[in-house]
Nanobody, 126 residues
Framework: QVQLVESGGGLVQAGGSLRLSCAASGPTFSSYNTGWFRQAPGKGREFVAGIIWNGAGTVYADSVKGRFTISRDNAKNTVYLQMNSLKPEDTAVYYC???????????????????WGQGTRVNVSS
């Protein structure tokens, strides 16, 4: 069993930065791929970024490529999402999720993720 807790959200002006953290409990988290998703008001949840279990590879949605960076520290059971050059359209609730390695590559498929956090809210003002 893996439990995920996101933190680091808040209110920031356009052009600013935030770093989200996803802290995991459970001895097996380091063996899971991890993804970040977001859900803007009135919209469906969308994939943002993903990182392979050992940090060897990352993938990003086109909308955040070049602005967001995902990383992980398996010694701390934590995955990060560094968000720079934030835009008002980045406003959303951000979720992290753990994906069994067997589903590697299916980053945007929500059903491939076994565990989800409760989300952290990011508001970007113009």
């Amino acid at each position: 069993q893996v439990q995920l807790v996101e933190s680091g959200g808040g209110l920031v002006q356009a052009g600013g930065s935030l770093r989200l953290s996803c802290a995991a409990s459970g001895p097996t988290f380091s063996s899971y791929n991890t993804g970040w998703f977001r859900q803007a008001p009135g919209k469906g949840r969308e994939f943002v970024a993903g990182i392979i279990w050992n940090g060897a590879g990352t993938v990003y949605a086109d909308s955040v490529k070049g602005r967001f960076t995902i990383s992980r520290d398996n010694a701390k059971n934590t995955v990060y999402l560094q968000m720079n050059s934030l835009k008002p359209e980045d406003t959303a609730v951000y979720y992290c999720a753990a994906q069994n390695r067997a589903f590697g590559g299916r980053w945007s498929s929500e059903s491939s993720y076994a565990y989800w956090g409760q989300g952290t809210r990011v508001n970007v003002s113009s």
